[in-house]
C-alpha cells in the first residue's frame, strides 16, 4: 500500500519560509522514481491546484509560486521537499503530497496545514 507522510506545515508570517517533506516509505526506489511527484494545496472555497510537480530532473509550478518555491527530490530517502520562500497570505492552505503513477493511479497524503499571516 502506498502510503505518503507530510510534515513542515505550519504559521508564519508574510514574507517568511517553510519547507515541506513527503516521505513515501513503502515506496520501492524503482517506482519512486520512474513517476511523478507533486505537491497540490487547497484553500477554502478554492479547487485543488498544482503547486509544483517533478519527474526525473524535470520540475513544473504553477504560476502564482514561480520564483518563490522550489521542488526537489531525494532518491535515496524516498522524499520530496518543498522549499516555500517570500511567503504570502494567499498561499495559506492545506497542502496535499501526490504521487501519480505512469498507470493512472493517484495517491494522496493526508496534508498539511499552511497559514502566512499578514
Known amino acids: 500500500q502506498v502510503r505518503l507522510v507530510e510534515s513542515g506545515g505550519g504559521l508564519v508570517q508574510a514574507g517568511g519560509s517553510l519547507r515541506l517533506s513527503c516521505a513515501a516509505p513503502?515506496?520501492?526506489?524503482?517506482?519512486?522514481?520512474?513517476?511523478?511527484m507533486a505537491w497540490y494545496r487547497q484553500t477554502p472555497g478554492k479547487e485543488r491546484e498544482l503547486v509544483a510537480s517533478?519527474?526525473?530532473?524535470?520540475?513544473n509550478y504553477g504560476d502564482s509560486v514561480k520564483g518563490r518555491f522550489t521542488i526537489s527530490k531525494d532518491n535515496r530517502k524516498r522524499t520530496i521537499y518543498l522549499q516555500m520562500n517570500s511567503l504570502k497570505p494567499e498561499d495559506t492552505g492545506v497542502y496535499y503530497c501526490?504521487?501519480?503513477?505512469?498507470?493512472?493511479?493517484?495517491?494522496w497524503g493526508q496534508g498539511t496545514q499552511v497559514t502566512v499571516s499578514s
Open positions: 501526490n504521487h501519480h503513477w505512469q498507470n493512472g493511479n493517484d495517491y
Open positions: 517533478i519527474y526525473g530532473s524535470d520540475t
Open positions: 513503502t515506496t520501492i526506489l524503482s517506482v519512486f522514481t520512474s513517476n511523478t
